[in-house]
């Protein structure tokens, strides 16, 4: 029963990231920009009512070609470790493309 509601939380916790993470990438360079050395944290509510505590930090993965990096970070907030961080990223060129992918 306990390995159902952690896998439970888990996929609810991967929806919300997702979630996020699609967010962010629909934003444009220069608004992406605005965000360096910013970190965000925040809280959503799950359509089932758990809160998840969600991080964006924004940072140059390369200086040089001034690509970004964005990771969005996201746990149970619990302070139980049901589950460690989930995270997902993407780096972003000056152009608006994505490296990598």
Same mark, same amino acid.
Do not use: N
């Given at each position: 029963?306990?390995?159902?509601?952690?896998?439970? &939380? !888990?996929?609810?916790?991967?929806?919300?990231?997702?979630?996020?993470?699609?967010?962010? !990438?629909?934003?444009?360079?220069?608004?992406?920009?605005?965000?360096?050395?910013?970190?965000?944290?925040?809280? =959503?509510?799950?359509?089932?009512?758990? =809160?998840?505590? =969600?991080? =964006?930090?924004?940072?140059?993965?390369?200086?040089?070609?001034?690509?970004?990096? *964005?990771? *969005?970070?996201?746990?149970?907030?619990?302070?139980?470790?049901?589950?460690?961080? &989930?995270?997902?990223?993407?780096?972003?060129?000056?152009?608006?493309?994505?490296?990598?992918?």
């Amino acid at each position: 029963m306990i390995r159902r509601r952690d896998d439970e &939380l !888990r996929a609810e916790a991967q929806e919300i990231l997702q979630r996020q993470i699609d967010r962010l !990438r629909q934003m444009s360079y220069s608004e992406l920009c605005s965000q360096i050395g910013e970190p965000q944290a925040f809280e =959503v509510e799950s359509p089932s009512g758990r =809160v998840f505590q =969600v991080e =964006v930090m924004t940072f140059w993965d390369d200086k040089r070609t001034r690509d970004l990096r *964005v990771i *969005v970070a996201i746990d149970d907030s619990t302070g139980m470790g049901v589950f460690d961080y &989930l995270r997902d990223s993407f780096i972003m060129a000056p152009d608006g493309s994505f490296i990598d992918e």
